[in-house]
C-alpha cells in the first residue's frame, strides 16, 4: 500500500483505483486535514493532493 499512499488522489482517479479499492481510499481521507485548492478533494495528508491547503487555520 506504500505506493499507493504516495501518490496524489487526482493519479489514483485516473487509474481507477477509487472505484475499485473504495475501503482504502477513504482511510486516505478520513478524518481530513487537508483540501486540494485545484480540485477540492480532501485527504489526511498533504502529500495525497496536488495543491494542498489545510482545512484548520
Given amino acids: ?3 499507493i499512499i504516495e501518490k ?3 493519479a ?5 483505483f477509487i472505484e475499485s479499492n473504495t475501503e482504502t481510499f ?9 483540501f486540494c485548492k485545484n480540485c477540492g478533494r480532501s ?3 498533504d502529500y495525497n493532493l496536488c495543491n494542498p491547503e489545510e482545512l484548520s487555520g
Fill in 1 to 3: 500500500m506504500d505506493d
Fill in 8 to 10: 496524489t488522489l487526482c
Fill in 12 to 16: 489514483l482517479q485516473e487509474e481507477g
Fill in 26 to 34: 477513504k482511510k486516505l481521507i478520513q478524518p481530513a486535514n487537508y
Fill in 43 to 45: 485527504a489526511v495528508n
